[in-house]
């Protein structure tokens, strides 16, 4: 049995047998529960206006330990947080940010907000690095650098292949993009070690990398002003 299917058991389990021995208290007390079960509905409906939040919470969290979106263990974005699930609880599910930082966030969050479970089904994760090189540069041999980088670095799986798009031309550089599939433990690792080789391997192949820049061209007409300030116009 997995971590999130026992956690979401154990979890059901514990409100059921709260629920019992409440009950079972109630009636060895010798209240009526069913006098009880009304006045509780009455006083329901006078607080659930104030409540809706918290109701809100609970109900997606019954939604979460059911259809189970998302599970302990699991690597999640929400917000544009990465983070991993580490407890789901019926009104809030805590997760731990890559800054070991511990986050409480309401379900309802997870329910309305626009989630990104990237180990529902698979641990791979495929990414993408963009590089520009400068105009001139010998297109294939990018290409083999590139592909070369991938296959030598470490955690970058064999299959699905890392493959190389020529992208755009851009205005001061050809546009590359290489993409490779790691997984979802490695793969900001896998980022920076790809970045650190392409950077010395681009050198050594004498592959300029360029940054934006523009060409300034100065019309004759200026430089035969005897004032500067003074205003240009076209004929």
Request: glycine residues 8%.
């Amino acid at each position: 049995m997995d971590q999130g299917l026992k956690t979401s058991i154990l979890t059901l389990e514990g409100y059921v047998i709260w629920g019992i021995g409440i009950l079972s208290a109630l009636n060895v007390f010798g209240l009526n529960t069913t006098a009880l079960t009304v006045a509780f509905g009455a006083l329901g409906v006078g607080l659930g206006f104030g409540l809706q939040t918290i109701f809100n919470n609970f109900v997606s969290g019954i939604i979460l330990l059911f259809e189970r979106p998302i599970q302990v263990g699991d690597v999640i974005e929400i917000d544009g947080i990465w983070a991993k699930v580490t407890r789901i609880n019926v009104r809030s599910t805590v997760v731990q940010t890559f800054d070991n930082a511990s986050l409480i966030i309401p379900n309802a969050n997870f329910i309305s907000a626009r989630l990104t479970n990237w180990s529902f089904n698979d641990l791979r994760i495929r990414r993408n690095i963009t590089v520009g090189v400068s105009y001139g540069s010998d297109v294939k041999k990018v290409e083999k650098i590139l592909l070369e980088i991938a296959g030598n670095t470490k955690h970058v799986l064999v299959h699905p292949q890392p493959d190389v798009h020529f992208m755009d031309f851009a205005d001061s550089a050809l546009i590359f993009r290489l993409r490779f599939w790691s997984t979802i433990d490695n793969f900001m690792r896998v980022e920076t070690q790809i970045r650190f080789s392409i950077t010395e391997d681009f050198r050594k192949a004498g592959i300029e990398i360029p940054f934006p820049q523009r060409d300034l061209h100065i019309r004759s007409d200026f430089r035969d002003l005897k004032n500067p300030s003074e205003k240009i116009t076209d004929v």
